[in-house]
């Protein structure tokens, strides 16, 4: 698995967090900005789904075991998502926090697929 692109998700996942947090903080709902971060997000997930399955396809093999590792990269592909569709549900500042935690969901996802891998 590439160290970089988890590290980059991760970091990526924790900002978004964060700036969701300050719009929850501020007492505003998710707002056409906050999904743009959110889909960057997702498109960083994305790519690492892609980067781990061609590594599965080339013979190589977590540590831990492939059936949790496929297991924690569809969770982390469809965390954000999730959290951005459930904040369009919740148009107050409950909807900002649900993504403030998927970002933090992703990012201890992140660290776990590392571990996983073998890092």
């Given at each position: ?37 959110m889909a960057v997000v997702t498109l960083l997930a994305l790519v690492q789904l892609v980067v781990g399955t061609v590594q599965l396809a080339r013979g190589e093999e977590p540590e831990q075991g492939t059936t949790i590792f ?50």
């Amino acid at each position: 698995m590439l160290d970089a692109l988890t590290l980059v998700t991760g970091v990526a996942a924790l900002l978004l967090a964060a700036w969701c947090g300050f719009a929850a903080y501020r007492d505003e709902p998710t707002k056409d900005w906050h999904f743009i971060g959110m889909a960057v997000v997702t498109l960083l997930a994305l790519v690492q789904l892609v980067v781990g399955t061609v590594q599965l396809a080339r013979g190589e093999e977590p540590e831990q075991g492939t059936t949790i590792f496929v297991a924690y990269l569809l969770g982390a592909f469809a965390c954000v998502p999730a959290a951005g569709f459930m904040s369009l549900a919740e148009r107050t500042r409950w909807g900002s926090i649900t993504v403030a935690a998927g970002g933090v969901v992703l990012a201890v996802l992140e660290v776990r697929l590392y571990d996983i891998w073998g890092g």
